[in-house]
C-alpha cells in the first residue's frame, strides 16, 4: 500500500493523496505510471486517471503543491497512514486515512477514509485491474454517450469516460474482479442516500512505446454534489487468493451530535466478528454507539477488532483512553513534542537531539517521530533512543538502516498504544 502526499516539485502528476495498493504479486488498486515524452503524457498525468478525490471536476494545482504526513503507526494488527494536501488549495481540506487492518491466517484487507470539501462536486474515482468484473448491490443504468468518451456525465468535467453505467449508491454495494489465476479483489461502500455511481471505461494504456494502445480500464465514480453535501468517503479494498470470504461489508456510523468536527466512525462486518474504527482530526472525547456496545476514546485514532463477539485487540493513537465492554486501553501521554537541539549523522548512524526529559520515549522505538521546519514536515522511524548530554537522542538510521535526520526545529510524536487479548490492558 502506498499513499502519495509527495510535493509536486518530486513527482509531476496531479495526483497528491493517490493509493497504490499491491497485493501477493497482483495489482489491485493501479497507477498508470509514466508516458514520458508521449504526446498523451497527459493522461496519466491528470487528477482523474489516479485513485483519489476530484472537485468539481477539476485538475489538482501543480507548482507549489504541499503534501504532509500527520500520523504514521505500526502495530501488530493495525498499519495506519494519514495524509493531507493543499492539491485543492489551503481553504479546502483534502485528507486521507488509510489503515491496513490484519485479521491473520484469515488475510488482510484495506479500509480507507478521504475528507474532501470545497467546491459543489466531489468525486471519489478508482481504477480496477482490468475488465473481468460484477458489480453487487447495485442497480446500473446506460447512460447515453453515444460510443464516444466523455466526462462523467454528459457535459460536465471529471474522468472522461465510454460505456457509462449510472446507479445510486442507496445500499452498501461492492465490485469484485477476478484474476485469471483465480485471485480476487473486491472494493466495498458503505451506501449514502445521496450518491450517484458512475462505471465505464476509462484511460488505461501504460507503454510510451504505443504497443497498448487504444486499451482501456473500468473507472469507478462515486460522486456527492452540493455546498452542504457530506465531506467524507469511506471504502474497504481486499484481495484473496481464490473466492474473498473475509469481509462482509462496510457501514458509517452515526455520531453523536456533540461529536467533534470531522469525527468518522465506521464498522467493518468481517467473517470473524465487526471491527469497529474511529477517526478524528484533532484529540476530543466521543462515545459512538456501535455493534459492539459504546466505544469512548478521546484519541486520533482509535481501531478494535472482535473475534466471535468479544474484542481480540486494539489500538489507540494521538489519545490516552480507548474503552468498549470487555476492553479498557490506555497511554499515559497522547502526544510528546518539544524543540529539536541538533542533529547528526557519521558512521552510519542519524540522529536528532531532542529536549525530551519524559522516560516513557525510551519505549518508543519503531514509532515515528515527525520533524518540522518552516512548514516542512517530515516523519522518521524511530530506530533508537538514548540519553544524550540534554534531553535524548533519538536515531532516525542505525548501523546504515533508516534515514538521513534533515535539519529541522520542532518534533512530534504522536503515541500508539496497543492490546491484544494474550495481555493485560495497559
Given amino acids: 500500500m502506498t499513499l502519495n502526499a509527495a510535493d509536486h516539485g518530486v513527482h509531476h502528476h496531479l495526483d497528491g493523496l493517490n493509493l497504490y495498493y499491491w497485493k501477493e504479486g497482483h495489482e489491485l488498486l493501479s497507477d498508470l505510471g509514466y508516458l514520458w515524452d508521449h504526446p498523451d503524457k497527459y493522461q496519466t498525468a491528470r487528477t482523474s486517471a489516479h485513485n483519489l478525490v476530484m472537485i468539481d ?46 485479521r491473520g491466517p484469515a488475510g488482510s484487507y484495506l479500509l480507507d477514509i478521504f475528507r474532501a470539501s470545497g467546491g459543489q462536486r466531489a468525486d471519489y474515482i478508482f481504477h480496477g485491474p482490468h475488465a473481468n468484473y460484477r458489480v453487487r448491490g447495485l442497480d446500473l443504468r446506460a447512460e447515453a454517450t453515444g460510443g464516444q468518451r466523455q466526462p462523467v456525465s454528459p457535459g460536465e468535467a471529471g474522468p472522461a469516460l465510454t460505456g457509462v453505467l449510472r ?40 507503454d510510451h512505446r504505443n504497443t497498448d494502445v487504444g486499451a482501456t480500464l473500468p473507472y469507478v465514480v462515486r ?40 469525527a468518522v466512525a465506521i464498522a467493518v462486518r468481517t467473517a470473524h466478528g465487526v471491527d469497529i474504527v474511529i477517526s478524528t482530526l484533532d484529540p476530543a472525547a466521543i462515545t459512538v454507539p456501535t455493534d459492539v456496545g459504546d466505544v469512548s476514546t478521546d484519541g486520533r485514532l482509535a481501531a478494535i477488532l472482535t473475534e466471535d463477539g468479544p474484542p481480540s485487540s486494539a489500538c489507540l493513537i494521538g489519545g490516552t483512553s480507548l474503552s468498549a465492554p470487555g476492553l479498557n486501553l490506555t497511554a499515559p501521554n497522547a502526544v510528546l513534542s518539544g524543540r529539536i537541539l541538533s542533529s547528526g549523522s557519521g558512521g552510519g548512524h542519524s540522529y536528532f537531539d531532542i529536549d525530551c526529559d519524559r522516560p516513557e520515549i525510551q519505549g ?5 517521530l515527525f520533524a518540522t521546519d518552516d512548514g516542512a514536515r517530515h516523519g522518521y522511524l524511530i530506530r533508537a533512543v538514548e540519553p544524550a548530554d540534554a534531553g535524548r537522542r533519538v536515531f532516525t538510521k542505525r548501523d546504515h538502516r533508516g534515514f538521513e535526520a534533515r535539519p529541522a526545529k520542532t518534533w512530534e510524536l504522536p503515541v500508539t498504544a496497543f492490546w491484544d487479548a494474550g495481555t493485560p490492558c495497559r
Fill in 57 to 102: 471536476g477539476k485538475d489538482q494545482t501543480g507548482r507549489g503543491r504541499r503534501g504532509t504526513f500527520h500520523l504514521f503507526s505500526v502495530t501488530p494488527t493495525v498499519k495506519v497512514m494519514e495524509a493531507s494536501s493543499d492539491g485543492y488549495g489551503p481553504d479546502s481540506a483534502y485528507r486521507r486515512t488509510c489503515l491496513q487492518i490484519d
Fill in 167 to 206: 446507479g445510486r449508491g442507496q445500499s452498501p454495494w461492492s465490485v469484485v474482479w477476478t484474476f485469471e489465476d483465480g485471485y480476487t479483489f473486491e472494493a466495498f461502500a458503505p451506501g449514502c442516500a445521496e450518491e450517484s455511481v458512475f462505471v465505464g471505461n476509462g484511460w488505461g494504456q501504460r
Fill in 223 to 262: 460522486r456527492l454534489e452540493g455546498a452542504k453535501r457530506n465531506d467524507v468517503f469511506a471504502a474497504a479494498f481486499v484481495g484473496s487468493r481464490g473466492r474473498q470470504t473475509l469481509l462482509k461489508a462496510i457501514r458509517v456510523l452515526p455520531l453523536p451530535a456533540d461529536a467533534p468536527e470531522g
Fill in 364 to 368: 518508543l522505538r519503531g514509532q515515528t
